[in-house]
């Protein structure tokens, strides 16, 4: 959907006070301005509301076939409903941008033509009578969708708003399938069917989806059955009984690989290219697996009838929860030694979880988004929990909460907010990390049990309909018997986050240790919060006692007895607090907390702390976490070495050599890798390059070829060079950032060449690198790398991939610029004759000329982007 900027004017009242006199001798009349006053009128805040419900709609079925080479869907649409409370005789759809072709009322096999409008947008139905709540009655719709027709919106999570897509509609690209494929959410199903497009309605559904014998089809609910037609096409229908929101609706169309798998008696396929179906159960195999956990835990069985999960080219977004049938985009296509390095876990939780949160219970407004997304994203959390552990659990919940706070430096809202400017806005940081950790804190305030027995009585008191987040709150009190009003008031209906400052100090003559706790948040736009948290004491090197205390003033001092000054006073024992903190430790009580304290987030925090620092202690834990029990942590400490490089070089290097060549974590062999590069340019280390760059994972193949470039640029061009032909996107990185310092004119080939090998999401980075290579070369190389340039600026269907390629492009406008202007500086200054002076006229013509050809791809992409944050970047003037 297209983004809106919304501009509130504010108005003035003139209200002017005035008498009128007649003059007796000219009879010209005379007007007294008394008063002039001016004052604001007052205006209500901007609200967004769940859409009112004037019909339910109580089943939609579907006919749909293709007009591949026009990009159209030639459908039928059976609509059942009823008005939802008061009588009514005329009904109105969202249907954007069709060509309707018969509207009719159903009765048995008759069909009634009904009168109707439709402004391209709205389908507003006359009925044949008047309606009550107890009538049902069935329209019946004959439509062609035009997507390609439609204005592109979108945001930075959902890229487009088309709704219904076409890939390789000609087939034109060999190098690419044809594939259909569709996106409802926001409210994009109306792009390819009359529906009522909203969150809180939702029925059941069926659909006959009539393709060509070669392809494949998916969508929600069951595959009931399939019959060949006499022109050699096929039809498929598929049944969806159980209700869901019309977003949720989905098709898929292609040539894919179809791997079965099952959870008890529900199948669970999995759609993929041919080329990767020998791995179609290294990337879903443990999707069963999760169905059972989840299941589990919230004491609800999985609702619906299979689970299948297809991958699809250029897809608009990471992943879509429709109802039994997810779409994951291209990126998840991996090999299984792809797969060494990233198995994409995170996501395929992430929407499976939404089939409890989002699918079966539905926010009812996107003000509420949260009630979806914040739950997939804690159930990203909870699986890692189970699978792996809590470390990883709870390193993955540091990166979403660090994620959120960068967004919260331009933007801190309330999490259920009815004043957005656009709906897209709700698919943020916010919605999705700050939620997860919301989610968290009242996970650890109420204690498992009554965490996963408040979410099962929220699902089944609610499941098969939309509520909002005072229906969770309600659900935690009636387990607990606790108000939480509080809880949710200061986090879901409120702005900001803590920001906290904890002070220590022991006092020997009474044996106390004092806590002093300080909220330094913004309270114009922040509350005082109140924070129940944890305080663990370690005396004589272990654990003294827990003390659980309620921080909910600015300023606060906790007093305990202790038995001799501690070692550690932790603060957040649990570490769950969403928050900025400055916490006063000395080094020694970092050092205790990275060797004594319990957790993953006790050792991060004080290895963040410590790394800083070039003592001896400091250093000396920062070593020691290159060996910690955690990966992630011992990749975070490779980071993190600069200083201790310096006094412990040999140490350091020993370490980092053991940790290339043997730890089982190919992401800690390659982060090792990196920091050798960065820190060591032994020839010695020259032979270790010679191992790694064998490995078996191609990430550490990648930072070999890096760190190779560093010790030794000729060696690495040679390897880059030997693997010009690889098709890992890591390797093609390794060798586009060789080739963007060290290439001439001879590896613009590989760059070209290689783009075809590149997926969506790495592209941006790729063009990044090629546009640093093209500022280094002559301009007839650049000359040739504009097509490309201008292909990724104009025809790439996400936004943000085409701003890759605008900003490649205005680099070299400004470069070309600068040198235009300084050939002209260097001639002005020569004399006609001089030596040189025409070689310089003519590379002073060959500068220009490619300027304007420059410029000239520019002026198309403003003439021709619809994105509006695209056409603010190019400098396209608001109308």
């Known amino acids: 959907m297209k983004k809106l900027i919304l501009i509130f004017i504010a108005f003035a009242l003139v209200t002017i006070s005035c008498k009128t006199t007649k003059d007796v001798t000219d009879n010209t009349q005379i007007i007294n301005l008394d008063t002039l006053s001016v004052s604001a009128i ?83 139905i006359k009925l ?78 069926e659909i006959y989806i009539t393709v060509q014998n070669k392809f494949k089809t998916l969508s929600n609910g069951t595959l009931q059955f399939s019959e060949m037609n006499e022109d050699g096409t096929r039809t498929d229908y598929w049944k969806m009984d159980k209700p869901h929101a019309p977003y949720l609706f989905m098709m898929a169309v292609g040539d894919f690989s179809v791997t079965k798998d099952k959870w008890k008696n529900i199948d669970v396929n999995y759609y993929v290219e041919h080329e990767y179906a020998p791995y179609a159960k290294d990337i879903f195999g443990k999707t069963p697996k999760m169905i059972e956990f989840y299941s589990n835990v919230l004491g609800v069985q999985y609702p619906w009838a299979k689970y299948h999960q297809v991958v699809v080219r250029d897809y608009v977004s990471g992943a879509m929860e429709n109802t039994s049938a997810v779409i994951h985009g291209e990126f998840l296509h991996a090999t299984k030694r792809e797969l060494i390095d990233s198995d994409n876990e995170d996501i395929i939780a992430h929407e499976l979880f939404h089939h409890w949160f989002g699918d079966l219970v539905t926010c009812e407004s996107w003000a509420n ?22 470390d990883a659990a709870d390193e993955h919940g540091q990166t979403q909460q660090n994620q959120y706070l960068q967004e919260s430096l331009r933007k801190q809202e309330d999490m259920i907010r009815f004043d957005y400017a656009d709906k897209e806005d709700m698919f943020d940081s916010h919605s999705y990390a700050k939620g997860g950790r919301i989610l968290h804190m009242l996970r650890k305030y109420v204690g498992d049990d009554a965490f996963f027995a408040s979410l099962k009585l929220y699902l089944e008191k609610n499941a098969y309909t939309d509520v909002e987040m005072h229906e969770l709150r309600l659900a935690f009190e009636e387990v607990t018997g606790e108000d939480l009003n509080w809880f949710f008031n200061q986090w879901f209906y409120a702005s900001g986050h803590p920001d ?60 305990f007895e202790v038995p001799s000054q501690p070692n550690l006073v932790n603060f957040d024992a649990e570490k ?14 970092w050092a205790f907390m990275y060797h004594n304290a319990p957790l993953y987030l006790d050792r991060y925090e004080a290895l963040n702390e410590l790394s800083s620092n070039s003592d001896s202690l400091s250093i000396s834990v920062v070593v020691a976490a290159l060996n910690d029990k955690y990966w992630d942590l011992k990749r975070t400490a490779t980071n993190k070495i600069r200083k201790a490089v310096k006094s412990n070089k040999e140490e350091v290097k020993e370490k980092l050599i053991n940790m ?54 000729k060696k690495a061009m040679g390897l880059a060079k030997s693997m010009e032909n690889e098709e890992n996107e890591s390797i093609l990185l390794a060798i586009a950032s060789i080739y963007e310092l060290n290439g001439g004119k001879e590896e613009n080939e590989f760059f070209i060449s ?33 097509p490309i340039l201008k292909d990724v600026a104009a025809n790439s269907s996400a936004w943000w991939m085409r701003l890759s390629g605008i900003q490649a492009l205005n680099d070299l406008q400004s470069k070309y610029s600068l040198k235009e202007a300084s050939l002209k500086e260097e001639l002005d200054a020569m004399k006609a004759g001089d030596d040189g002076e025409l070689e310089k006229r003519n590379e002073l013509k060959s500068t220009s000329a490619l300027k304007e050809k420059i410029d000239a791809v520019l002026e198309d992409l403003k003439a021709n982007e619809t994105n509006e944050n695209l056409k603010r970047f190019l400098g396209v003037a608001e109308e």
């Not at 079925?61 to 005789?89: C, I, S």
């Not at 330094?520 to 004491?537: A, G, M, N, R």
Request: hydrophobic share 30%; proline share 4%; charged share 30%.
């Open 42 to 124: 007052p205006s209500r805040p901007v609200y967004n509301p769940s859409k009112t419900r004037y019909h339910d709609l109580l089943h939609t079925k579907l006919d749909v076939r293709f007009k591949w080479e026009k990009q159209q869907l030639y459908g039928k649409a059976w609509l059942t409903l009823k008005p939802y409370f008061f009588a009514t005789n005329h009904v109105k759809l969202d249907a954007k941008g069709f060509d309707i072709q018969k509207v009719a009322l159903v009765e048995g096999d008759k069909k009634t033509d009904l009168k109707y409008d439709y402004d391209k947008l709205f389908l507003d």
């Open 128 to 205: 044949d009578k008047e309606y009550t709540k107890n009538d049902k009655y069935t329209l019946y719709i004959e439509y062609t969708a035009k997507p390609e027709e439609l204005e592109e919106g979108g945001s930075s999570a959902i890229t487009s708003d088309k709704g219904l897509y076409f890939i390789n509609h000609d087939g034109s690209d060999p190098k690419k399938p044809q594939q259909i494929w569709t996106q409802g959410e926001t409210e994009a199903s109306s792009c390819w069917f009359p529906t009522i497009d909203a969150p809180n309605e939702r029925c059941t559904q």
């Open 369 to 390: 988004l949260p009630l979806n997304e914040s739950f997939a994203t804690y159930g990203e959390y909870l699986w890692r929990e189970f699978e792996h552990g809590r």
């Open 500 to 559: 906290l400052e904890i002070e220590y100090n022991y006092d020997p003559t009474v044996n106390k240790q004092f806590v002093f706790v300080t909220q330094k948040q913004k309270f114009e736009t922040t509350p005082v919060y109140k924070l129940p948290v944890s305080i663990d004491i370690y005396c004589d090197g272990k654990l003294f006692k827990r003390h659980d205390v309620v921080i909910d003033k600015v300023n606060q001092e906790f007093e």
């Open 576 to 589: 769950m607090l969403l928050c900025e903190k400055k916490d006063n430790h000395t080094k020694e009580e």
């Open 660 to 713: 290339a060549l043997n730890d089982k974590k190919s992401l800690v062999r390659s982060s090792a890798i990196n920091a050798l590069g960065k820190y060591y340019k032994d020839e010695d280390i020259a032979p270790l390059f010679e191992k790694t760059i064998k490995d078996s994972s191609y990430a550490v193949i990648a930072s070999t070829l890096t760190a190779y470039e560093k010790v030794d640029s």
């Open 754 to 786: 290689a783009f075809d090998k590149i997926g969506a999401y790495t592209k941006f980075v790729y063009t990044q690198s090629y546009a640093r290579y093209l500022k280094k070369q002559d301009n007839e190389t650049v000359e040739k790398g504009l």
